[in-house]
């Protein structure tokens, strides 16, 4: 009963811990974002400030859903790197792809 209690102890702290810290991150992107009209502009001109709170609350929840015990390793693992090629199919490589294709044009 002791060894039960004492993981459920620590899953209640570092929980705690999680959501503390998350707070603490996004109080201050709130407090960048809300000095400071040019980033403002620049991340919620377009889609990218929208997609980037929303991918960073789905993070937050599967990371407390995994310190709970609700996900499991390979749900956890699946998740996250469904997130991860999203995130990264989702990147624009302009400097690469510009000289490139300029390359290729005067071929």
């Known amino acids: 009963m002791i060894p039960k209690l004492s993981q459920q102890n620590f899953m209640f702290w570092s929980s705690l811990a999680f959501v503390l810290l998350m707070c603490i991150l996004l109080y201050t992107f709130f407090r960048v974002v809300s000095n400071d009209e040019s980033v403002r ?6 889609d990218s400030g929208i997609q980037f709170v929303t991918l960073f609350s ?45 390359n290729q044009s005067n071929l």
């Open 41 to 46: 502009k620049i991340i919620f001109g377009s």
């Open 58 to 102: 789905i993070i937050i929840a599967i990371i407390l859903f995994g310190l709970s015990g609700v996900l499991e390793g390979k749900e956890l693992s699946a998740l996250l790197g469904s997130i991860a090629g999203y995130i990264l199919g989702k990147v624009k490589f302009t400097s690469n792809n510009s000289s490139s294709s300029n």
